[in-house]
């Protein structure tokens, strides 16, 4: 595959912006930078991070769960980092904020061949409404 980088203006002066990549596109704000990414990605990964990585995680799975993108999106759960995270979104499926479908919308695996298989083999949920319906509490 090819990387290809995307960086807000704001903090192409303030990171190093890899110049390493055949290609790099500086946009104006986080959001386009967001927006940019999800429309070039085949899919994504997460690695180990701070409050950016959830970010992005979390905006990819909420666009997936809107029904904005198809495409897969995994953890790459390196030494159990994301364990707590994984418990939190178990839990938050029993406890019927989050449908079954959509929680398997974020695939996990600690092995990095093997989460990129199970994302090739990703199948969306297709059309499933967000919200539980009265007739379903």
Not at 9 to 36: C, F, N, W, Y
């Amino acid at each position: 595959g090819e990387v290809i980088g995307v960086i807000p203006r704001a903090l192409a002066t303030k990171e190093i912006a890899h110049q390493g990549l055949a290609d790099l596109r500086v946009v104006p704000s986080m959001h386009e930078r967001k927006a940019l990414m999800t429309e070039l990605a085949d899919g994504f990964i997460a690695l180990p991070g701070g409050y950016g990585t959830f970010d992005e995680l979390f905006e990819a799975i909420t666009w997936a769960q809107l029904g904005l993108h198809e495409k897969p999106i995994a953890l790459l759960d390196v030494g159990g980092y994301f364990a707590p995270l994984l418990a939190l979104l178990d839990r938050a499926t029993e406890e019927r904020f989050i449908r079954p479908e959509h929680r398997a919308l974020v695939i996990s695996d600690d092995d990095p061949a093997r989460a990129l298989e199970r994302m090739a083999t990703f199948r969306p949920v297709g059309s499933v409404m967000k919200w539980i319906g009265k007739d379903e509490s």
